[in-house]
């Protein structure tokens, strides 16, 4: 097990809280990993986005390429030339579910939103 707090996020409800919990343990020197998916992609149109993005590091956030296909679309080209559609997140960082499920088994503290 790491030593990390896990944070899936698949909704747009409650973005705000997402981000303070993440500066918060930031501030306390705990790593956090970011995973959107579902609804929660849309949050990368967010004008909080960034704040959260710098305050986990952009290394530690992940989006769901399927539900960032399925409710943005937006440069999807991108991809298929191996970038990232979305300015901050790296282009490693598109993933798949299974990204959740390593959260599950990996991380020290899991707080869903």
């Known amino acids: 097990m790491s030593e990390f707090l896990a944070v899936p996020v698949f909704t747009e409800k409650y973005f705000d809280h997402v981000v303070e919990i993440v500066k918060a343990a930031k501030k306390l020197g705990k790593e956090v990993k970011v995973f959107m998916s579902g609804d929660g992609v849309k949050n990368v149109k967010n004008p909080r986005f960034k ?3 710098d305050a986990a590091g952009a290394e530690n956030v992940y ?6 296909k399925r ?3 937006e ?7 191996m970038e990232s559609p979305v ?3 790296p282009y490693k ?3 798949t579910q299974a990204k959740n499920a390593e959260f599950l ?3 020290d503290r899991y707080v869903v939103f």
């Open 63 to 68: 989006i769901c390429e399927a539900s960032y």
């Open 93 to 95: 960082n598109w993933v």
């Open 87 to 89: 300015e901050g997140i």
């Open 105 to 107: 088994t990996d991380a």
């Open 51 to 53: 704040e959260m993005l």
């Open 71 to 73: 409710y943005i679309g």
């Open 75 to 81: 440069n999807m080209d991108k991809l298929r030339q």
